[in-house]
């Protein structure tokens, strides 16, 4: 694999840290990424999988958090993803 699609990999796995950093589902990180930032859904879908296979004892537990807490609204989502794109895209590329 080249060191473009690692570095890309790499940026997804982060946004979906900040997606569950916000306590998004698997489907509305797929949703948000895509509509915020062109990552296509099976991108996003792929690398959650092998973060869930990596970290399985936290996935288990985060599932169970979610069927207990309250939800963003979807113009509060929309302004945290915005947030974060805009975060990502001014940091240095090299970190």
Not at 17 to 34: G, H, R
Not at 47 to 72: G, H, I, P, T
């Amino acid at each position: 694999m080249g060191d473009s699609s690692t570095s890309y990999i790499h940026m997804v796995q982060h946004l979906i840290e900040k997606c569950l950093i916000f306590n998004m589902t698997k489907e509305e990180c797929m949703e948000a990424l895509s509509k915020h930032a062109n990552i296509k859904p099976v991108i996003t879908s792929t690398v959650w999988n092998e973060l869930e296979k990596e970290n399985k004892e936290f996935f288990e537990a985060y599932a169970q958090s979610q069927s207990k807490q309250d939800r963003m609204s979807e113009e509060e989502t929309s302004q945290m993803i915005q947030k974060m794109i805009s975060d990502s895209s001014n940091k240095d590329p090299s970190e």
